[in-house]
Every structure is written in C-alpha cells, then in structure tokens.
C-alpha cells in the first residue's frame, strides 16, 4: 500500500486527522465485527467511521476535513517569506517636524547626515526630492521602507509651481511600474508607487493657505493624502479643536478627497470598531516629533518627548497629541489598505488615461499618415494628367506634320497637272478647278487639325474664317 503524501500543515491539523483516522479505525473493525456476527451496525459507528454513501468524501453528517483550510497559512508563509515595501511621502515646509516625526515613528534615525542650509540660501532655492531606503524586521516580519522627502518645498519667495516635482516624481513611478508590467521579467517588480502622503500643516494658520489647497488639489487623485496637523504642543486644546476643524471645512469647501477609512464589518468585535472609531474621531491627526529621551516627572518611566519649563510633553501619550493613534493607523491596521488603494483605485485611473492618451495619439497619426498618403496621390494624379496631355499634344504635332507633307504632295500634283494643262488648252479649266477644291479641302483639314489641338492643350479654337 503506497503512503499518501502530506503538505506541511499546521500540528493541530496533524493532531486532529490523527485522531479521526483512529476513530475510524474503530469504526470500521466494529462493523467488521457486526457483520462477522450478524448484527446490524448502529449509525453511531457509521458516522464515526466518516463512511458515507457516496465513497467517504464527506457528507452532510461527516467530520473528514479536506485541508483547504490552511490556505490563509500558507498564504502568510509565502508573504512573510517574500516580505512587505511600502512608501511614504512626508510633504511640507521646512520647520513643521516632518524628519523628526518620521524618526519617532520607526525609531530609526534616517537624516544624521543632512545639513540645513542658511537663509539666503532658501530664498531661490526650489523643491527637492529626498529619498531614503530603510529594512525593518519585527517578529520575523520584513519591512522594506521608503521615505521620500521633499525639502525646498514652501521656502522660497517665489513659490510658483513648487508643487511640480512632487506631481512628477508620483507620474514617473506609476509610468515606470506600468512599463515594468509590459515588460519581460514581470515577476521581479520593484513598486516605487506612493502609497501615503502625509501633509503637514501649520499650526499658525487659521487653516489651509493656498499652497496647501493648491498641491492638495491636484495630488488627490493620485495618492492617499492624510492631513497631519504640526507641532501640536504650541497650541491649546481649544485651540486645537478649532483647528481641526477649519481644516476639514476647507477640504469639504474645496472638494479635495483625502483618505477616508474604510467601514467596519459586520463581523468585527468591539474593541476593533472602537480603536477605528477612534482614530477616524483624531483625523486630521494632530502629532508631536522628538528624538529625544526624557523621564517623566508622573510616572518616572522613560519615554521619547519634550522638556519645557512647565512640565514634559510626551509623544506617546494619547492625552498630549495622536501620534499613537497615528503609528496605530499607519503600521498596525490600515497599511495595507492604503496599498490596495493606491493600486486599485489610483493607479488605475492612471493607468486608463495613460492608455486613452497613447490610442489617441495613434488615432491621430494614422489620420496624419492618411492624409499624407491621400494628398501623395492627388499630386501623383496631376502629374499624370500633366503627362497624358503632354503626350496628346505630341501626338496632335505629329498628325500636322503628316498632313502638311500630305499638302505639299498634293500642291507638287497641282504643278505637274498644271504644266500638263498648258499643252492641252482644252483641259486647263477642269484641272484648275479641281486644283481649288483639293487646295480647300486641305486647308480645312489644317484648321480641324489645329483646332483639336489647342482644345487638347487647354486654349480654345479659333474659327476657320478667322484663319
């Protein structure tokens, strides 16, 4: 009897078939021994057996499993095996706390070498694209992570089109992933996409300026945009409120479509739809950065935050500021939503126009090329038309030729039968007289022959009594 090869399942899917397989073990010899006696086998034996009548491939009352179950294991093997790339963009003027937000988010100081320049220096200086590559591990669990920065942006005087690289730079990656997809090697894909834009807004506004409505605007369609209200320790609560929500008025005013939280299912417990609750209350999140350690004066614990004459301001302490709620949202529950976003909402519309503009394109150069080829034609026609006449009135030339050598022969006929007049004066008025009709009948040939041509030639004939 040949073995039947198993999959690498789970030990409580091995402990359970095991258990099974005896219990029909015992199944089958008690029916065995029903039959050897006579007895009649109860259902409780049948059932335990997992025979049924369609050859023991799992009825109604059947507890045989068929393993298809392990499939969301496998699936986490593979993924896990492959590992993760996300990317995220922080986007904002100079000042607001975007590289030491990023630092406190993954605890990882990304920006030792960058050196910030003078003030004269950002008065011309324009906008930048930043990128920093990262790998993080957690419980066996590979994140590879990009940041791209954008410093210069909102620093100088003249901050026409400073938004233009960043629109750029999120075109450039979707048109090289789409031509990555038409390549060759498809398997080995490397996503650049933008996956989250973090905007960051100044909290000495009283709202958004038009830089922000501006870049917001056109960057909505083509990245999952999250407000992040900066340095939230220079405002007060009341304050802060307010804040937020003159934010959100201008966005609904201006219809800019930030990310919006997907609903919670019906399945999920409480405590998931309160975290989510939660963190769609925080929007726009409103968050403090440091890279500092401070122990606090309350609890004595040592935790990243700010030392002021007053007191410590924690950053992951959800009553000073939502930089939890926002780590929580970013990492631990939405990230991948922000990707299928990205991919299938995003990326697809850039994708539909990036094909209607290239058939478009195509249309309208085979109508170019058509029209070339059809006016080619046209000229080739004329020429041929050019030619034919030019031949006809070749021809024309030649018939005029044969006819006035036909009229001399006949004026040389006239002379002899003339001479030949002179010895036979009885003749002489019968040979003129057909000297005149020949003489006519010649000339009206001319003029035919004449008047065909200049019609073939385009100049219309003149009479025979004008000639």
């Given at each position: ?173 979707f048109e090289q992933y789409f031509k990555d ?222 006819m006035q050598q036909m009229l001399q022969q ?58």
């Amino acid at each position: 009897m040949t073995s039947v090869p198993r999959f690498n399942v789970s030990a409580r899917y091995r402990k359970d078939e095991s258990d099974e397989m005896v219990s029909g073990i015992r199944g089958n010899v008690g029916r065995s021994e029903s039959m050897r006696t006579g007895a009649s086998v109860d259902s409780h034996d049948s059932v335990g057996g997992g025979s049924t009548g369609n050859g023991g491939s799992g009825g109604p009352g059947s507890n045989v499993r068929l393993g298809f179950a392990n499939l969301p294991d496998q699936m986490h093997r593979k993924a896990v095996k492959k590992g993760f790339n996300f990317t995220l963009m922080v986007v904002g003027e100079s000042g607001l706390g975007k590289s030491t937000l990023i630092s406190s988010l993954f605890q990882q100081d990304l920006y030792k070498d960058r050196e910030l320049g003078s003030a004269t220096e950002r008065v011309n200086k324009t906008t930048e694209i930043d990128k920093r590559q990262i790998e993080l591990d957690e419980k066996g669990v590979k994140l590879r992570l990009t940041v791209v920065d954008t410093p210069g942006f909102n620093d100088a005087i003249n901050c026409q089109d400073c938004w233009r690289p960043i629109e750029d730079y999120i075109d450039n990656t979707f048109e090289q992933y789409f031509k990555d997809e038409c390549g060759l090697n498809r398997k080995n894909i490397v996503d650049h996409r933008v996956h989250c834009c973090l905007y960051f807004v100044s909290p000495c506004g009283h709202g958004l300026r038009p830089i922000d409505v501006e870049l917001m605007r056109r960057l909505h369609s083509k990245v999952n945009i999250v407000p992040i209200i900066a340095r939230a320790d220079t405002l007060t609560q009341a304050e802060l409120r307010d804040l937020k929500e003159r934010v959100l008025a201008d966005l609904d005013r201006h219809k800019i479509q930030t990310y919006r939280m997907p609903d919670t299912d019906s399945d999920d417990d409480e405590e998931t739809r309160r975290q989510e609750s939660d963190i769609r209350a925080c929007i726009p999140f409103a968050v403090i950065g440091s890279n500092c350690v401070v122990e606090s004066a309350d609890t004595g614990r040592r935790t990243r935050g700010r030392q002021y004459p007053w007191g410590v301001v924690e950053v992951e302490n959800p009553k000073h500021c939502d930089f939890a709620k926002l780590r929580i949202f970013l990492l631990g529950t939405h990230m991948q939503d922000l990707k299928d976003i990205t991919k299938e909402v995003h990326y697809e519309n850039y994708r539909a126009k990036y094909i209607t503009e290239r058939m478009s394109k195509r249309k309208g150069a085979v109508r170019d090329d058509f029209e070339t080829r059809k006016s080619k034609n046209t000229t080739e026609a004329n020429f041929e038309a050019i030619v034919d006449t030019e031949g006809l009135l070749k021809e024309k030339e030649d018939e005029i030729r044969r006819m006035q050598q036909m009229l001399q022969q006949l004026q040389q006929q006239q002379q002899s039968s003339a001479s030949t007049a002179a010895t036979v004066p009885t003749s002489v008025s019968a040979a003129s007289a057909a000297g005149d009709a020949s003489g006519h009948a010649a000339a009206a040939a001319v003029a035919a022959s004449n008047s065909g041509s200049a019609s073939a030639a385009g100049v219309p004939a003149a009479s025979a009594n004008g000639q």
